[in-house]
Nanobody, 122 residues
Framework: QVQLVESGGGLVQAGGSLRLSCAASGSIFSINAMGWYRQAPGKQRELVAA???????NYADSVKGRFTISRDNAKNTVYLQMNSLKPEDTAVYYC????????????????WGQGTQVTVSS
């Protein structure tokens, strides 16, 4: 079983920044990819950014150049630095882990944390 605890969300004005953190624990031996997803009201949960244990990253087109994902393998923690935030970034943000090199569609995973709310005002 995997436990995921996200933190760092909040209310920020457009153009502002936030840094999210997610600590993974439990049955996570040899995990490879870690990623961030988000879900806005009435929308499906979408992958925002992912990173392998070797540091390879990929981003959704909507956040490229504004968000940066990083991780601390010793702490099993993944971070998401979000800059130049826009109102359309408003969502609940979740993290997850995978034993493969890529994160999959959200429906693949059965375990999720409580998420952290990010609200960007215009």
């Amino acid at each position: 079983q995997v436990q995921l605890v996200e933190s760092g969300g909040g209310l920020v004005q457009a153009g502002g920044s936030l840094r999210l953190s997610c600590a993974a624990s439990g049955s996570i031996f040899s995990i490879n990819a870690m990623g961030w997803y988000r879900q806005a009201p009435g929308k499906q949960r979408e992958l925002v950014a992912a990173i392998t244990n070797g540091g390879t990253t990929n981003y959704a087109d909507s956040v490229k150049g504004r968000f940066t994902i990083s991780r601390d393998n010793a702490k099993n923690t993944v971070y998401l630095q979000m800059n130049s935030l826009k109102p359309e970034d408003t969502a609940v943000y979740y993290c997850n882990v995978d034993w493969g090199v890529t994160m999959r569609a959200s429906l693949f995973y059965h375990y999720w944390g409580q998420g952290t709310q990010v609200t960007v005002s215009s």
